[in-house]
Nanobody, 120 residues
Framework: QVHLVESGGGSVQPGGSLRLSCRVS????????MDWYRQAPGKQRETIAT???????VYVHNIEGRFTISRDNAENMVYLQMNSLKPEDTALYYC??????????????WGQGTQVTVSS
């Protein structure tokens, strides 16, 4: 059974930084593309970043240059370094693996997510 466990969220002021982590178990991790998603209050969950099995990355426009997705195949971990945080980044953040490009059709049951709140 696949388990996704997100951590690292918190409350920060605008301009601050956080590093999110996602521990993945139950799959041959290195063979899968991995994605970060977020769901803001009152909005649908959206894909914001993806990293392929070979390490290529793609970002949604409004985080590009501020967020960096990375992975550690030895530790079955995927990370999201978030810098220059803005209030509009406030959301519950999740990881998963899209069956199709850029997080489409997530394969696995969702984890609990990790809350990021950006406020002064």
């Amino acid at each position: 059974q696949v388990h996704l466990v997100e951590s690292g969220g918190g409350s920060v002021q605008p301009g601050g930084s956080l590093r999110l982590s996602c521990r993945v178990s139950g799959i041959l991790f290195r063979d899968y593309n991995m994605d970060w998603y977020r769901q803001a209050p009152g909005k649908q969950r959206e894909t914001i970043a993806t990293i392929t099995s070979s390490g290529n990355t793609v970002y949604v426009h409004n985080i590009e240059g501020r967020f960096t997705i990375s992975r550690d195949n030895a530790e079955n971990m995927v990370y999201l370094q978030m810098n220059s945080l803005k209030p509009e980044d406030t959301a519950l953040y999740y990881c998963n693996s899209g069956l199709r490009g850029f997080g489409i059709n997530p394969r696995f049951n969702w984890g609990q997510g990790t809350q990021v709140t950006v406020s002064s």
